[in-house]
C-alpha cells in the first residue's frame, strides 16, 4: 500500500541552525500538508501546498518556514533559523483532492529537537 | 474560530470489550466535516471514520461507529470487540467544508487494549 515517507526520523539540530525536514508524498497526489505536534500538545496546522504554491498557511507558518516542492517527488519543510520552541514532532500529509473530499494519508512524523 | 477537545488523555479495555472514546469541539460552521484517526506506536496517522456535518446518521466502519450530536457539538467514537492492533493514540479533527484544507486536532487519547 502505498504510504507517505519522512525522513529522517529523528533531527537534532542546535539553535539558529537551518534544517530541512524531507517528505516524499504518495505519488499522484496533488495536496500536500505540514503539521506539528509540540509534547503534550495539539496537532497543529502549518500549511498547505497545491499547484507548486502555499494555498493556506496558519500564524505559526511565519517568515522563518518555507516550503517547496523541488524535484517533483519531495515536499520540503524548511525552517531557517531554529529556536528551542521549534522543537516538535512534523508531519507531512498528502491527498489526491482536499482532504474533505478524500483520505489525508499521513507519515510518520520527523521528531525535531533543537537544543 | 476552530476548537476541538478530547477530555480523556488515557484510557484501557480488556479485549473484546467495548471502549467509547470522547471528542467535544466548537465552531459556529455549519457544514463541516469530522474525524477520527488512529496511530498506532511508531506509524502513520490513518483515518479510522469520517462524519459529514449534514448527515443524520452516524458512520459506521466495521467494528467502529460513531455517536454525533450536532446540537451538542459531540462526535464520540466507540470501538467494539477491541482488537490488541487497536492500541493507538486517537485523535479526533474536524474540517471546514468550504475550505477542506486544514483539519483541527485534539490533543488525543492515548488507548490501550489489555490481552
Known amino acids: 500500500e502505498p504510504e507517505v515517507t519522512q525522513t529522517p526520523s529523528h533531527q537534532v539540530t542546535q539553535m539558529g541552525q537551518e534544517v530541512i525536514?524531507?517528505?516524499?508524498?504518495?505519488?499522484?497526489?496533488?495536496?500536500?500538508?505540514?503539521?506539528?505536534?509540540?509534547l503534550g500538545q495539539k496537532v497543529e496546522f502549518l500549511v498547505s501546498f497545491y499547484n507548486n504554491e502555499i494555498s493556506e498557511k496558519s500564524e505559526i507558518f511565519d517568515d522563518q518556514f518555507s516550503v517547496e516542492r523541488p524535484d517533483g517527488s519531495n515536499f520540503t519543510l524548511k525552517i531557517r533559523s531554529t529556536k528551542?520552541?521549534?522543537?516538535?514532532?512534523?508531519?507531512?500529509?498528502?491527498s489526491d483532492s482536499p482532504p474533505k473530499d478524500q483520505e489525508a494519508f499521513f507519515g510518520q512524523g520527523t521528531r525535531l529537537t533543537v537544543v | 474560530a476552530q476548537t476541538v477537545t478530547q477530555s480523556q488523555p488515557e484510557m484501557s479495555v480488556q479485549e473484546a470489550e467495548?471502549?467509547?472514546?470522547?471528542?467535544?469541539?466548537?465552531?459556529?460552521?455549519?457544514?463541516?466535516?469530522?474525524?477520527w484517526y488512529k496511530q498506532?506506536?511508531?506509524?502513520?496517522?490513518?483515518l479510522v471514520i469520517r462524519q459529514e456535518a449534514y448527515k443524520q446518521q452516524n458512520a459506521t466502519e466495521n467494528r467502529f461507529s460513531v455517536n454525533f450530536q450536532?446540537?451538542?457539538?459531540?462526535?464520540?467514537l466507540k470501538i467494539s470487540?477491541?482488537?490488541?492492533?487497536?492500541?493507538?493514540?486517537?485523535?479526533?479533527a474536524f474540517m471546514k467544508r468550504d475550505t477542506g484544507n486544514q483539519f483541527y486536532f485534539g490533543t488525543g487519547t492515548s488507548l490501550t487494549v489489555i490481552p
Open chain 1, 21 to 38: 525536514l524531507r517528505c516524499v508524498p504518495i505519488s499522484n497526489h496533488l495536496y500536500f500538508y505540514w503539521y506539528r505536534q509540540i
Open chain 1, 84 to 94: 528551542l520552541e521549534d522543537s516538535a514532532m512534523y508531519f507531512c500529509a498528502s
Open chain 2, 18 to 35: 467495548t471502549v467509547t472514546l470522547s471528542c467535544t469541539y466548537d465552531t459556529s460552521e455549519n457544514n463541516y466535516y469530522l474525524f
Open chain 2, 40 to 46: 498506532p506506536p511508531s506509524r502513520q496517522m490513518i
Open chain 2, 70 to 76: 450536532k446540537a451538542a457539538k459531540s462526535f464520540s
Open chain 2, 81 to 92: 470487540d477491541s482488537q490488541l492492533g487497536d492500541t493507538a493514540m486517537y485523535f479526533c
